[in-house]
């Protein structure tokens, strides 16, 4: 029992590394979260993987927009805003016209089309008759939370496991948002986080010799919307869905108003003869029609008699697969309230990885540990040539960096290069902790009893602590602050001087005077 109250410490270090290897190796913890910021597991152990060590892509772009702010609404409505402000500016529909109230008379008012200036924006106003503060380049911090949250939910939907999103603000003011999906193939994630997603059903039907067309469903009129489907025997793919009961009766009156659900249903040639074709449902995306089609007589004499509405249930038709996952992804995540500017000439860029390429960064990395390990390995060997110094004192070292490898599987925390950077830093401040405890205590010659060892270990303790101090002070704001790489690197740079302040430090000290005092 006295063993055990006089060498808690080591007991401690020991349970913690049990703990790390059962993090790092247990089949129970194999599987990652879908949601959790990392890639699959390296398969050995639980490690997840980042961007830099699995391959995948990466986009880094601002959001296209201009606001106005300190706009004076003169007692109209946000809806009406909306419709004069895109009347004034060329090219703008009101879906590119965010308003948004801050006070019970005024708010600011943003564009989200292309090509939209500041001072156009002011025109507009000035034209519309409202009176504002001043206009800027960028939209609001409630629009790009919007952004964020639409587009991680467009990754979770698209199947695309451990991409992430997040805003990140450079130095010098600019709002940019920072999209990594690894694994993933740049065409891919860039066509899926560029796409707008407004998804809408429109009615197109005859009305006094021409053609009228009428928006009968948006994505808020939708109750449920099932995964894509390949379609069986003569159907197109298609995405089953379910229309709210209150929009329901009001959707099939309008079916049968327009002749879509009329006598023997309704059969449509619009992409073939726009003027002469039955009554149609237009499916739009962005405000592309990407299919049209009839309804059948089955569907269309519900809708007649009304009982439709009791089970108000249709599949919306692509031309292919690829179109009907889209229209799907889109329906869930809803419509982004602006895009990404990554085309040829704006501020956003995209970059691939190759798997390869991270494979080989993963050796790399491995291999750049060992050499680090065994080249402090030799220093303290060539300082001390005491096996009983030296080796608790690599053993302590490396235990941090188990530590830190179980903690980092046990979150789900992905490795990438300023990680493995921190790593190496802990390996090295760690030693140097090290060998100042072993000078200190051995400087005046053999430590002759527990309390002249005690007495020498307090000294060189306090000198340790004020360094850890002095380092999490130093890394804290980059931990914090949105700064890409280098916050992994200060994070993982605290964990490791916490736990050795905490847990090796104190440990190392136990297993010394174990082996140095009578």
Same mark, same amino acid.
């Given at each position: 029992?006295g063993?055990?109250?006089?060498?808690?410490?080591?007991?401690l270090?020991?349970l913690?590394?049990v703990?790390?290897?059962f993090?790092l190796?247990?089949?129970?913890?194999?599987?990652?979260?879908?949601?959790?910021?990392?890639l699959?597991?390296?398969?050995?152990?639980?490690?997840?993987y980042g961007?830099?060590?699995?391959?995948?892509?990466?986009?880094?772009?601002?959001?296209?927009g201009?606001?106005?702010?300190?706009v004076e609404?003169?007692?109209?409505?946000?809806?009406?805003?909306?419709r /004069?402000v *895109?009347?004034?500016?060329? &090219?703008? !529909?009101?879906?590119? =016209?965010?308003?948004?109230?801050? +006070?019970? #008379?005024?708010?600011?008012?943003?564009?989200?089309?292309?090509?939209?200036?500041?001072?156009?924006?002011?025109?507009?106003? /000035?034209? *519309?008759?409202?009176?504002? &503060?001043? !206009?800027?380049?960028? =939209?609001?911090?409630?629009?790009? +939370?919007? #952004?964020?949250?639409?587009l991680?939910?467009?990754?979770?939907?698209?199947?695309?496991?451990?991409?992430?999103?997040?805003?990140?603000?450079?130095?010098?003011?600019?709002?940019?948002i920072l999209?990594? =999906?690894?694994?993933?193939?740049?065409?891919?994630?860039?066509?899926?986080?560029?796409?707008?997603?407004?998804?809408?059903?429109d009615a197109y039907?005859?009305?006094?010799?021409?053609?009228?067309?009428?928006?009968?469903?948006?994505?808020?009129?939708?109750?449920?919307?099932?995964?894509?489907?390949?379609?069986?025997?003569?159907?197109?793919?298609?995405?089953?869905?379910?229309?709210?009961?209150?929009?329901?009766?009001d959707?099939?009156?309008r079916?049968?108003?327009?002749?879509?659900?009329?006598?023997?249903?309704?059969?449509?040639?619009?992409?073939?003869?726009?003027?002469?074709?039955?009554?149609?449902?237009?499916?739009?995306?962005?405000?592309?029609?990407?299919n049209?089609?009839?309804?059948?007589p089955?569907?269309?004499?519900?809708?007649?008699?009304?009982?439709?509405?009791?089970?108000?249930?249709?599949?919306?038709?692509?031309?292919n697969?690829?179109g009907?996952?889209?229209?799907?992804?889109?329906?869930?995540?809803?419509?982004l309230?602006a895009?990404?500017?990554?085309?040829?000439?704006?501020?956003?860029?995209?970059?691939?990885?190759?798997?390869?390429?991270?494979?080989?960064?993963?050796?790399?990395?491995?291999?750049?540990?060992?050499?680090?390990?065994?080249?402090?390995?030799?220093?303290?060997?060539?300082?001390?040539?005491?096996?009983?110094?030296?080796?608790?004192m690599?053993?302590?070292?490396?235990?941090?960096?188990?530590?830190?490898?179980g903690?980092?599987?046990?979150?789900?925390y992905?490795?990438d290069?300023?990680?493995?950077a921190?790593?190496?830093?802990?390996?090295g401040?760690?030693?140097?902790?090290?060998?100042?405890?072993?000078?200190?205590?051995?400087?005046?010659?053999?430590?002759?009893?527990?309390?002249?060892?005690?007495?020498?270990?307090?000294?060189?303790?306090?000198?340790?602590?004020?360094?850890a101090?002095?380092?999490?002070?130093?890394?804290?704001?980059?931990?914090?602050?949105?700064?890409?790489?280098?916050?992994?690197?200060?994070?993982?740079?605290?964990?490791?001087?916490?736990?050795?302040?905490l847990l090796?430090?104190?440990?190392?000290?136990?297993?010394?005077?174990?082996?140095?005092?009578?």
């Open positions: 029992m063993t055990i109250r006089d060498n808690w410490r080591i007991f270090l020991v913690v590394l703990g790390s290897l993090a190796f247990s089949p129970t913890m194999a599987e990652p979260d879908a949601d959790a910021p990392g699959a597991s390296s398969g050995a152990t639980n490690l997840q961007l830099q060590l699995s391959g995948g892509t990466r986009i880094r772009a601002p959001l296209i201009v606001t106005a702010t300190e609404f003169g007692g109209a409505e946000p809806p009406q805003i909306e /004069d *895109a009347d004034q500016l060329d &090219g703008v !529909t009101v879906a590119d =016209v965010i308003v948004r109230q801050e +006070t019970e #008379t005024t708010g600011t008012v943003e564009v989200t089309a292309d090509g939209v200036a500041p001072d156009g924006l002011g025109t507009g106003l /000035d034209e *519309a008759g409202y009176a504002y &503060g001043e !206009t800027r380049d960028g =939209v609001t911090e409630e629009t790009r +939370t919007q #952004t964020v949250d639409i991680s939910d467009k990754i979770n939907e698209a199947g695309l496991s451990g991409g992430t999103v997040q805003q990140i603000q450079t130095p010098t003011g600019g709002n940019f999209i990594e =999906v690894p694994d993933a193939n740049r065409q891919r994630v860039v066509e899926l986080v560029n796409q707008r997603g407004n998804v809408r059903v039907y005859p009305s006094d010799g021409s053609y009228d067309q009428t928006t009968v469903l948006e994505r808020d009129d939708f109750q449920s919307i099932g995964n894509a489907r390949q379609g069986g025997e003569g159907q197109l793919p298609n995405v089953p869905v379910v229309v709210r009961e209150d929009v329901a009766a959707f099939q009156g079916m049968v108003e327009t002749g879509v659900a009329g006598q023997g249903g309704s059969r449509c040639s619009y992409e073939t003869n726009p003027n002469g074709t039955d009554a149609c449902l237009l499916l739009i995306v962005d405000g592309q029609v990407v049209s089609f009839g309804m059948s089955s569907l269309a004499a519900s809708m007649q008699s009304g009982e439709w509405a009791d089970d108000p249930r249709f599949i919306l038709q692509t031309q697969f690829s009907a996952r889209d229209v799907a992804i889109n329906l869930r995540a809803g419509a309230p895009r990404l500017d990554i085309g040829p000439d704006g501020e956003g860029t995209s970059s691939f990885i190759a798997p390869s390429q991270g494979q080989q960064f993963r050796t790399d990395s491995l291999l750049t540990g060992i050499i680090a390990v065994f080249a402090v390995a030799g220093v303290v060997f060539l300082r001390y040539g005491e096996v009983e110094v030296a080796l608790p690599i053993v302590t070292a490396l235990s941090e960096v188990v530590i830190l490898l903690f980092a599987a046990g979150i789900g992905p490795l290069l300023s990680v493995i921190g790593f190496i830093a802990v390996i401040t760690g030693v140097d902790d090290l060998i100042i405890i072993a000078d200190e205590v051995m400087a005046q010659g053999d430590v002759n009893s527990r309390r002249v060892f005690q007495s020498r270990f307090r000294k060189a303790f306090w000198v340790i602590g004020a360094a101090a002095t380092t999490i002070i130093a890394m804290s704001p980059l931990a914090v602050l949105s700064l890409g790489d280098l916050q992994g690197f200060a994070i993982f740079t605290i964990l490791g001087v916490v736990v050795g302040v090796t430090r104190p440990a190392y000290g136990d297993i010394l005077r174990a082996l140095l005092t009578r």
